[in-house]
């Protein structure tokens, strides 16, 4: 066996593994991670090691377990330099309106990812960081995408059981498509206090000129929620209704296609 061929499947190991870690945003142990991608424990720590020294993997907040890393989800935001430079206007324009903070996100696969962020203005805010990554069951952003599909399609991409994060958390596809109907309706998303208590979020999904996935959210404290997310509403749909023009020439082709488009 050559050297170049040695080097090709180091690099086709370690993706495995970090494709496996994709779609595990709770984090996987050193032995699921083996199980998942059919390699040996002791194959898969040399990996780890070789990934985490390069931050691609880095350790979970839960004992034992190995998470997406920081390299890998800035890696991920240079992916997009071109929307998210298109995206930017709209989000201080929404963030000024609002005097709260706008987040911008892309869909992978069964998560979201914060790509770019405009903070607001008030001394109490709610914050996340780029590169964190949000289950779509508990986030705004990920309900409105789950809102484009089918039963069969949610339980095809998230199963029907979820990871609780709080006392709020929906756990279960029936209670899920339960949610979602508003959203079916709306496009808009809601996060009450689902993924953390204290915060909830509006957002909706929309999708560029080649259907790339991404998400708009606004996440406020609970209390200035409570007060003012008729206001949120309206202006998080004025502006999907301003991206569905800009991407897709105020045709409702793009809008809608979601998980139905694979």
């Known amino acids: 066996m050559t050297e170049e061929s040695i080097g090709v499947g180091v690099i086709v190991r370690a993706t ?16 699921k991670i083996a199980q998942r991608v059919g390699l040996a424990r002791s194959t898969v720590q040399r990996l780890i090691s070789a990934l985490e020294a390069e931050r691609l993997v880095v350790r979970g907040t839960q004992p034992g377990r190995i998470v997406l890393g920081p390299e890998v989800l800035r890696l991920a935001r240079l992916a997009f330099p071109t929307i998210i430079h298109r995206i930017r206007p709209l989000m201080q324009a929404l963030s000024d309106e609002l005097a709260e903070t706008v987040d911008f996100a892309t869909i992978s696969r069964n998560q979201m990812v914060f790509l770019d962020q405009v903070a607001g203005r008030q001394r109490l805010m709610a914050v996340s960081h780029v590169g964190d990554a949000f289950p779509l069951h508990c986030s705004s952003v990920g309900k409105s995408y789950l809102a484009t599909a089918t039963a069969a399609q949610i ?108």
């Open 16 to 31: 495995a593994v970090l494709r496996a870690l994709g779609d595990a945003p709770e984090g996987l142990s050193l032995g």
């Open 155 to 262: 339980e095809s991409l998230i199963g029907t059981r979820y990871e609780q994060l709080t006392s709020n958390t929906i756990t279960d596809l029936p209670g899920l498509l339960a949610n979602l109907e508003p959203t079916r309706e709306t496009g808009i998303g809601i996060d009450a206090e689902e993924h953390s208590l204290g915060i909830c979020a509006v957002g909706f999904c929309f999708s560029d000129e080649a259907y790339n996935w991404f998400g708009l959210s606004v996440p406020v404290p609970t209390q200035r929620f409570v007060q003012n997310r008729d206001e949120i509403v309206h202006r998080l749909i004025a502006a999907r209704t301003t991206l569905r023009d800009m991407f897709h020439d105020g045709r409702s082709g793009g809008a809608g296609r979601g998980l139905a488009a694979g």
